[in-house]
């Protein structure tokens, strides 16, 4: 069984993933808009190196495969909370729960990305004007998630997103899809999500109205207003294909073995690998992993993680988790969630 296992794993990430001569090649960094929804979500996720789409089953699927929130078993509310590079906060909220005769599981989930109030600088006042402004991202969703089969389970997230700085804005409204399908051999889980697919995003508002001269060899001093025209930009598409291994399962000590694949729409193909181990009865968590595996411009050295898993009661349960992603250029990045279970 350990044979066709290592079998089924190596020809489908063969398939999936040919890295040589076949894969993207060329970087296209930078040319999309709300880059905040590439940043990862869950202490779980982010610890085991961005490799969890086949095996989330908390409320932070909505965000990595919605097809994993079938598997949700108790109402569930999710906080996290991360300290972003240079002053800049990164948070989620998720809240789901599983419908009565197995109907589904429907969640709703908040993501912001904050950077508090910011002096404005001039070209003609590079020491401040005096006035402050603040800008913000945000993507608010709405997700249901079912088993069609006892082996295979499909969900949606449906969200709006608006990013902001001063009085201008960008919106757009997308969709993530996702499935997780239990493989016939005995541990293994098969994931495959798609997000961000959406419209395109376009800046609009009271900062682009400018006064020009429509004549400038004429004379006059007439300046009439004009509004900039700026250009539209993909949102930043993501396809993921993963799996998940239970390695090892006993009372005592489990194991679960992750491999995700990346295609990204702005960036050239990776790999992220995973681990998580479970003690006394998945009371105590650590994890680690190394994310996007394969990019020139890998960023991400490693990441590592613990959780602590308690039920106070039959009715309520509590998840504390905790991640630490090392950065080769910024500052690293931790990362706190709580999860209540009801």
Same mark, same amino acid.
């Given at each position: 069984m350990k044979l066709f296992?290592? !079998?089924? !794993?190596?020809l489908l990430l063969s398939f999936v993933f040919p890295f040589e001569g076949a894969a993207q090649s060329i970087s296209k960094t930078g040319t999309t808009s709300a880059s905040f929804l590439r940043i990862p979500v869950g202490a779980r996720g982010s610890a085991m190196?961005?490799? !969890?789409?086949?095996?989330? /089953?908390?409320? =932070?699927?909505?965000?990595?495969?919605?097809?994993? $929130?079938?598997?949700?078993? %108790?109402?569930?509310l999710l906080v996290e909370y991360a300290d972003w590079f240079v002053d800049v906060n990164h948070n989620y909220l998720?809240?789901?729960?599983?419908?009565?005769n197995n109907r589904g599981v429907f969640g709703v989930?908040? /993501?912001t990305l904050s950077m508090g109030e910011m002096e404005e600088t001039t070209y003609d006042n590079p020491e401040g004007t005096g006035r402050t402004f603040n800008a913000y991202s945000m993507a608010v969703?709405?997700?249901?998630?079912r088993y069609l089969l006892d082996v295979f389970s499909i969900g949606a997230n449906v969200k709006f997103i608006q990013e902001k700085i001063m009085n201008s804005s960008a919106s757009s409204v997308a969709i993530d899809i996702g499935t997780v399908y239990k493989t016939p051999f005995d541990g293994i889980?098969?994931?495959?999500?798609? =997000?961000?697919?959406?419209?395109?995003? %376009?800046?609009?508002?009271?900062?682009l109205i400018v006064s /020009?001269?429509?004549? &400038?060899?004429?004379?006059?001093?007439?300046?009439?207003?004009?509004? $900039?025209? /700026?250009?539209?930009?993909n949102l930043p598409l993501m396809l993921r294909v993963g799996l998940a291994w239970d390695a090892y399962e006993s009372k005592n000590f489990d194991a679960t073995l992750t491999v995700e694949g990346n295609s990204p729409n702005d960036n050239v193909q990776s790999v992220s690998v995973g681990t998580e181990m479970s003690f006394l009865d998945d009371l105590l968590f650590l994890r680690g992993g190394l994310p996007y595996l394969g990019r020139e411009d890998r960023m991400y050295k490693f990441s590592v993680g613990a959780g602590?898993?308690?039920? !106070?009661? &039959?009715q309520f349960g509590v998840n504390v988790g905790y991640s630490y992603m090392s950065h080769e250029y910024l500052n690293n990045i931790s990362r706190i969630s709580l999860k209540m279970q009801f």
């Open positions: 296992k290592s !079998i089924f !794993i190596v190196g961005n490799a !969890i789409s086949a095996s989330v /089953t908390d409320a =932070s699927a909505m965000y990595w495969n919605p097809g994993g $929130l079938a598997a949700l078993e %108790r109402p569930e998720g809240a789901a729960y599983p419908l009565s989930n908040v /993501t969703g709405a997700s249901y998630s889980l098969f994931g495959v999500s798609v =997000s961000n697919f959406g419209q395109k995003m %376009r800046m609009d508002g009271e900062d /020009t001269d429509q004549d &400038e060899q004429g004379g006059g001093e007439y300046e009439p207003d004009a509004k $900039l025209y /700026t250009d539209e930009f602590v898993d308690y039920d !106070i009661s &039959e």
